[in-house]
Nanobody, 126 residues
């Protein structure tokens, strides 16, 4: 059974940082690119960042470019999302998802992803 479990969410003041983790099990981790998405109350789920199977390629939404960094540790079956300079607009539930793309390819489309975690809440507020 495939499981993706997000952790590391919480409440932080504007300008603060958080690091989210996505731990995967039940799949051959190196065969999947991993994406982070988020959904704010009353809004559609949106792409944040993604990383290819080997970690050589990444993609980022313009809204988080320069502030968020995605990385992966294939030995630990884990992907990380380092979030710096957080803003109130970053408040959302953050989800990780796995996509069985060929090596080196990544997708920013929600429909491309095969497996999803349940999400972790991030709240940015003063």
């Amino acid at each position: 059974q495939v499981q993706l479990v997000e952790s590391g969410g919480g409440s932080v003041q504007p300008g603060g940082s958080l690091r989210l983790s996505c731990a995967a099990s039940g799949l051959t981790f190196t065969r999947y690119s991993i994406g982070w998405f988020r959904q704010a109350p009353g809004k559609e789920r949106e792409f944040v960042q993604a990383i290819s199977r080997g970690g050589s390629r990444t993609a980022s939404a313009d809204s988080v470019k320069g502030r968020f960094t995605i990385s992966r540790d294939n030995a630990k079956n884990t992907v990380y999302l380092q979030m710096n300079s957080l803003k109130p607009d970053d408040t959302a539930v953050y989800y990780c998802a796995a996509d069985s793309k060929p090596l080196g390819m990544i997708s920013i489309s929600i429909s491309a992803y095969d497996y999803w975690g349940r999400g972790t809440q991030v709240t940015v507020s003063s």
